[in-house]
């Protein structure tokens, strides 16, 4: 009988067994087809998109703790999202509306790869903002980091680095200059004092203050790693009686700095500066703007590379941008797609990193000074405005739109991340001993920008 009961038991658990068998393949077999429909024709599935971005959104805007009010817009008077309080926005509140020209473009590229996404989708013309820098800077503000995007952070070669640059930088220089109007042709952020000044103004002032912290003596050899077009150098050697000797890894910068410049120029990588000046020791070597293309894994090859090219009482001083939240440097909204449409292989340096690498290299810090992100917002702010007074002239010259548009989503969304305060710029002063020490004469006293 018990041989029976039991034989009928195992039939009804084979049963319910093979029941479950058959739904998990039927939810596969919908996933795989829902996947496969996303990825040949992602647009079917916008209605069921809307939702999900429409409660994202509403989660980052729609809090307590949240400031800046946004309308998004589409089909004329469809109404994808709108914050609870756009009617009675708060003091100062930042208000922004956004009209999506492809709702299919914009919701799958948000849905796809976040902020990425959304910046593809405005180089593609999805949508349109009345105020884009104001956009980002709600989103920033209020989405603190982009969980879906990590940059690949690996030991970068030479030959990627190489690759990088020609990407960035061999665009065309004229491209650069249309932006870059200030005499310096600097391509790093000025140092304001008022509004109402000019990029000129704020460019000598910040490189006049890196010169502070150096303390040049004419005649000294003096090197500047990542030179941009060698318009600073120029300057620096014109002004303090050097000589200075500009190392770009652009070789468009290259030509442009040997045909207008005093600079003496080096073409090639920052790890091969010994090799490249034949060992040669300098007084002072600085370098704006470069650290952010080094990265956390190859920090201490470079400064490694200074030491060896320091003299024994030379001075570096560094300034770079910095993270203000050193716990996770890379998260910022704002960032993403920055790093991988324009700067490929960029990291934002985090100050504890470069602490380390300093120390790693047996050089010491002596002075390092924080500023806050308002002087890069400014300047992102001169650059995007020239650029786009130039709008026509890149045109006529073959520039195509889609560049013109992925620059002013780079400019302004960078703008927005310093005006949120996710990062702000650093200067670091380092001498070549292992131990630091007050000299005394006094030299290693540094004044800060307010000083002047
Ligand atoms: C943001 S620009 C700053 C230029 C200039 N210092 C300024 O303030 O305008 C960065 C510079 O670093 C250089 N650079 C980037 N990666 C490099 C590398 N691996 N080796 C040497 N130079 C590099 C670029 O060619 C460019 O000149």
Same mark, same amino acid.
Request: hydrophobic share 35%; net charge positive; charged share 25%.
């Given at each position: 009988?018990?041989?029976?009961?039991?034989?009928?038991?195992?039939?009804?658990?084979?049963?319910?067994?093979?029941?479950?068998?058959?739904?998990?393949?039927?939810?596969?077999?919908?996933?795989?087809?829902?996947?496969?429909?996303?990825? +040949?024709?992602?647009?079917?599935?916008?209605?069921?998109?809307?939702?999900?971005?429409?409660?994202?959104?509403?989660?980052?805007?729609?809090?307590?703790?949240?400031?800046?009010?946004?309308?998004?817009?589409? $089909?004329?008077?469809?109404?994808?999202?709108?914050?609870?309080?756009?009617?009675?926005?708060?003091?100062?509140?930042?208000?922004?509306?956004?009209?999506?020209?492809?709702?299919?473009?914009?919701?799958?590229?948000?849905?796809?790869?976040?902020?990425?996404?959304?910046?593809?989708?405005?180089?593609?013309?999805?949508?349109?903002?009345?105020?884009?820098?104001?956009?980002?800077?709600?989103? =920033?503000?209020?989405?603190?980091?982009?969980?879906?995007?990590?940059?690949?952070?690996?030991?970068?070669?030479?030959?990627?680095?190489?690759?990088?640059?020609?990407?960035?930088?061999?665009?065309?220089?004229?491209?650069?200059?249309?932006?870059?109007?200030?005499?310096?042709?600097?391509?790093? =952020?000025?140092?304001?004092?008022?509004?109402?000044?000019?990029?000129?103004?704020?460019?000598?002032?910040?490189?006049?203050?890196?010169?502070?912290?150096?303390?040049?003596?004419?005649?000294?050899?003096?090197?500047?790693?990542?030179?941009?077009?060698?318009?600073? %150098?120029?300057?620096?050697?014109?002004?303090?009686?050097?000589?200075?000797?500009?190392?770009?890894?652009?070789?468009?910068?290259?030509?442009?700095?040997?045909? $207008?410049?005093?600079?003496?120029?080096?073409? %090639?990588?920052?790890?091969?500066?010994?090799?490249?000046?034949?060992?040669?020791?300098?007084?002072?070597?600085?370098?704006?703007?470069?650290?952010?293309?080094?990265?956390?894994?190859?920090?201490?090859?470079?400064?490694?590379?200074?030491?060896?090219?320091?003299?024994?009482?030379?001075?570096?001083?560094?300034?770079?941008?910095?993270?203000?939240?050193?716990?996770?440097?890379?998260?910022?909204? %704002?960032?993403?797609?920055?790093?991988?449409?324009?700067?490929?292989?960029?990291?934002?340096?985090?100050?504890?990193?470069?602490?380390?690498?300093?120390?790693?290299?047996?050089?010491?810090?002596?002075?390092?000074?924080?500023?806050?992100?308002?002087?890069?917002?400014?300047?992102?702010?001169?650059?995007?405005?020239?650029?786009?007074?130039?709008?026509?002239?890149?045109?006529?010259?073959? +520039?195509?739109?889609?560049?013109?548009?992925?620059?002013?989503?780079?400019?302004?969304?960078?703008?927005?991340?310093?005006?949120?305060?996710?990062?702000?710029?650093?200067?670091?002063?380092?001498?070549?001993?292992?131990?630091?020490?007050?000299?005394?004469?006094?030299?290693?006293? =540094?004044?800060?920008?307010?000083?002047?």
């Amino acid at each position: 009988m018990d041989f029976y009961k039991n034989a009928i038991k195992r039939m009804k658990s084979n049963k319910s067994l093979s029941m479950n068998r058959k739904t998990i393949a039927i939810v596969l077999t919908i996933i795989v087809i829902v996947i496969m429909i996303f990825m +040949y024709n992602p647009s079917i599935l916008t209605p069921v998109f809307i939702p999900i971005v429409r409660n994202r959104l509403s989660s980052g805007l729609d809090n307590p703790k949240s400031f800046g009010l946004l309308k998004i817009v589409y $089909n004329g008077d469809q109404i994808l999202f709108k914050s609870k309080h756009w009617d009675h926005p708060r003091e100062h509140e930042p208000r922004a509306i956004v009209t999506v020209t492809d709702i299919n473009d914009f919701i799958t590229s948000v849905i796809k790869d976040n902020e990425i996404g959304l910046g593809e989708s405005y180089v593609h013309k999805s949508w349109f903002a009345d105020d884009l820098m104001i956009f980002i800077q709600i989103m =920033c503000f209020n989405f603190d980091t982009n969980k879906s995007v990590r940059m690949p952070m690996t030991l970068k070669s030479k030959s990627m680095d190489q690759k990088n640059i020609e990407y960035h930088y061999d665009v065309g220089n004229d491209f650069y200059e249309t932006f870059l109007t200030d005499k310096l042709m600097a391509y790093t =952020c000025g140092f304001w004092k008022d509004p109402r000044e000019t990029l000129d103004d704020s460019q000598f002032r910040k490189v006049d203050t890196v010169l502070t912290k150096l303390k040049l003596k004419p005649g000294m050899k003096v090197l500047d790693i990542g030179c941009g077009w060698g318009r600073i %150098g120029d300057y620096v050697s014109n002004k303090e009686k050097v000589t200075v000797y500009g190392l770009t890894i652009s070789r468009a910068q290259y030509d442009y700095m040997k045909k $207008n410049t005093s600079v003496i120029p080096i073409y %090639g990588d920052y790890r091969d500066i010994a090799k490249l000046t034949n060992h040669m020791k300098f007084d002072a070597i600085y370098s704006i703007g470069m650290y952010e293309a080094v990265t956390q894994f190859n920090g201490t090859m470079f400064f490694d590379q200074v030491k060896q090219s320091l003299k024994d009482n030379g001075v570096f001083v560094m300034h770079c941008i910095s993270s203000i939240d050193t716990s996770k440097p890379q998260d910022y909204m %704002g960032d993403s797609y920055v790093l991988k449409h324009i700067f490929p292989g960029g990291q934002i340096p985090d100050v504890q990193w470069i602490y380390r690498h300093i120390r790693d290299s047996r050089m010491s810090l002596i002075h390092h000074e924080m500023f806050g992100g308002q002087h890069y917002a400014e300047t992102l702010k001169h650059w995007r405005q020239n650029m786009l007074k130039s709008r026509d002239y890149l045109l006529s010259r073959g +520039y195509k739109e889609e560049l013109i548009r992925s620059y002013e989503y780079y400019f302004s969304s960078c703008e927005a991340a310093f005006r949120a305060n996710t990062m702000g710029l650093s200067h670091f002063v380092i001498v070549n001993h292992p131990i630091a020490d007050i000299r005394n004469d006094g030299n290693y006293l =540094c004044p800060s920008i307010n000083a002047n």
